[in-house]
Each structure stands twice: as structure tokens, then as C-alpha cells.
T-cell receptor, first 110, second 112 residues
Framework: DAGVTQSPTHLIKTRGQQVTLRCSPK?????VSWYQQALGQGPQFIFQ???????QRGNFPDRFSGHQFPNYSSELNVNALLLGDSALYLC?????????FGPGTRLTVL | GESVGLHLPTLSVQEGDNSIINCAYS??????FIWYKQESGKGPQFIID?????DKRQGQRVTVLLNKTVKHLSLQIAATQPGDSAVYFC???????????FGQGTRLTINP
């Protein structure tokens, strides 16, 4: 049974560009949450998807958007990238309370 | 407010000793607390959790203690091993909020 998978593992973009990150949840999990982890910091909650809808959102601008597909996989989109968006983006899936994290996508904005 | 903080950013212990990592939280509405371990280049890995109606929970070599009176959480690791070297995060789930709030993390280093 594969755990949470994310793609790509690393990504380099320039300011103003747009990026899409992908996540496949652990088998049987229906809820996906996205977190941003800056270097040396704890993960910060971006939003959570359940039944293809955004159920909860953290303090992130509208440049951050997402989507969940019928197979429960999810995408995180970031528009108009800023240097400060450079971070590790983590996806976590859950069925009830325990969240399982993927390895993350390291995004570097130049 | 929503904040989870840690008392110490770094902790060094001798191999074989016990480690205690502390965490303070501020939201009384938190119903569930989790400790995660994060190794370099990897996502956070679940270690142990505890519900707010409990004050102690034990796992394999780990124990979590919850003191709701002073809003304090601790992780005890018995007989630390080199593989325990990592950054440890506490996180709280706020009742009804459907999200985890993480602290900044404590880096645990095991000395041979």
C-alpha cells in the first residue's frame, strides 16, 4: 500500500510564474490537506479538501488555490509566484483524525 | 489565538539517555494533539497522539504527557538512539477547525 505521494519532488520557477503541485492520498483516505513549510519553520496550514470542496482555509491569499478530484487526489496551484513562496509544500491525507504526510515538493522561486 | 510554541529550539542528548521535548499551546479548544518527527528531506512522520480527555499515553519508547491546566505537552523518548535524531513538532487540532497548527520544532541531536 503506497503512502501519500507528491509530484514533482523539486521545482524551480521565476517570479510571476504559476505552479501546480500534485498529491495522491493514501489508499482509503478521502481528505487532503496542504501545508507550506518555510525553512526552519513548522508547517503552516493552507487548506483542506473533502468531497471535492474546500472545507477549511488558512491565512493564505487567493493566489493559492486547489482542487480535489473524484479519486481524492488533489492539486495545489499558486499564481503570480513571489520569492517568499519558496518552501516545502506538504500534502497530508486522512480518513478521520490522523494525518499522514507525503515527502513534499520543494519549490524554489528565483 | 492559535499558536503552538516550543520551549527549546535544539536539544542534545547522549545515546541511551532519555529525551524530553516540551511544547506549549494556547488554544483551549484544541481536542487532539500530535507529535511528529521530521527527518531531513522528508515529510513529518506521525509518532504518537493524545486526546484532550487524556493526560498520558504511551507508545513504543515514547510517552506523551498532556497538562491542560498549564496548556503544556511533552514527548518523552526513552533510551534514545542515533535514528532518533530529527526535528520534532507538536501540533494541535482545534475542535471544529479541521486543521493542524504546528509549532516551530525542536531539533534533537543524539551524541555517541
Amino acid at each position: 500500500d503506497a503512502g501519500v505521494t507528491q509530484s514533482p519532488t523539486h521545482l524551480i520557477k521565476t517570479r510571476g510564474q504559476q505552479v501546480t503541485l500534485r498529491c495522491s492520498p493514501k489508499s482509503g483516505h478521502d481528505t487532503v490537506s496542504w501545508y507550506q513549510q518555510a525553512l526552519g519553520q513548522g508547517p503552516q496550514f493552507i487548506f483542506q479538501y473533502y468531497e471535492e470542496e474546500e472545507r477549511q482555509r488558512g491565512n493564505f491569499p487567493d493566489r493559492f488555490s486547489g482542487h480535489q478530484f473524484p479519486n481524492y487526489s488533489s492539486e495545489l496551484n499558486v499564481n503570480a509566484l513571489l520569492l517568499g513562496d519558496s518552501a516545502l509544500y506538504l500534502c497530508a491525507s486522512s480518513l478521520q483524525s490522523e494525518q499522514f504526510f507525503g515527502p513534499g515538493t520543494r519549490l524554489t522561486v528565483l | 489565538g492559535e499558536s503552538v510554541g516550543l520551549h527549546l529550539p535544539t536539544l542534545s542528548v547522549q545515546e541511551g539517555d532519555n529525551s524530553i521535548i516540551n511544547c506549549a499551546y494556547s488554544n483551549s479548544a484544541s481536542d487532539y494533539f500530535i507529535w511528529y518527527k521530521q527527518e531531513s528531506g522528508k515529510g513529518p512522520q506521525f509518532i504518537i497522539d493524545i486526546r484532550s480527555n487524556m493526560d498520558k499515553r504511551q507508545g513504543q519508547r515514547v510517552t506523551v504527557l498532556l497538562n491542560k491546566t498549564v496548556k503544556h505537552l511533552s514527548l518523552q523518548i526513552a533510551a534514545t538512539q542515533p535514528g532518533d535524531s530529527a526535528v520534532y513538532f507538536c501540533a494541535e487540532n482545534i475542535l471544529g477547525a479541521q486543521k493542524l497548527v504546528f509549532g516551530q520544532g525542536t531539533r534533537l541531536t543524539i551524541n555517541p
